[in-house]
C-alpha cells in the first residue's frame, strides 16, 4: 500500500473533520478534546474523539475509535491519520494507538495538528519502529 501525497485542499478537509470530531469528545476528567480524521486507501474520510470513562483505563482515544469506525465500516488500510489536539504545540498519538495505526496502515502518515498553525508529520514507522505486527504471527 503506498501513501500518495496529500493535496492541501485534502489536508484541508482533514483537519476540518479532526477539529469537528474533537467537539463532540467526552472528556469530563482531562478536558483534554482530541479528535481524529482518518483517509482510508479507498478515499474514505472517518473520523473519532476520545471517550473518557471514571474508570480511567477504560478510556478510548481519538485515533483508536476512528480506526474502530473504520473497521466497522468494512475497511481496512488507513493512508492517512491526522490528530488535532486542544493545545499551542501538535502532540503525537499515544503508544498504543501507534500500534494499532500500524496494523492497519504500516506505510500510514500521522499528521499532528492543534489550535495554532504548527503542525508535526510522521511515518507511523518512524514513530513505532520495529513494530509488532501480523507478520510476527506467522
Known sequence: MSTNPLSLKLL????????????????PYSKFKVGAALLTESGKIITGCNVE??????CMCAERNAINTMVTSGE???RYVIVYT????????????????????????VI?????KKRIEYSIR???PEAFGPSDLK
Not at 112 to 116: A, G, I, L, R, T
Open 112 to 116: 499532528s495538528v492543534c489550535k495554532s
Open 126 to 128: 518512524t514513530l513505532l
Open 76 to 78: 481496512r488500510h488507513v
Open 12 to 27: 484541508k478537509k482533514l483537519e476540518i473533520a479532526a477539529r469537528r470530531a474533537s467537539t463532540k469528545a467526552y472528556a
Open 53 to 58: 470513562n471514571a474508570s480511567y483505563g477504560l
Open 86 to 109: 486542544p493545545t499551542t504545540k501538535p502532540t503525537a498519538p499515544c503508544g498504543a494507538c501507534r500500534q494499532v495505526i500500524s496494523e492497519f496502515g504500516p506505510a500510514a502518515r
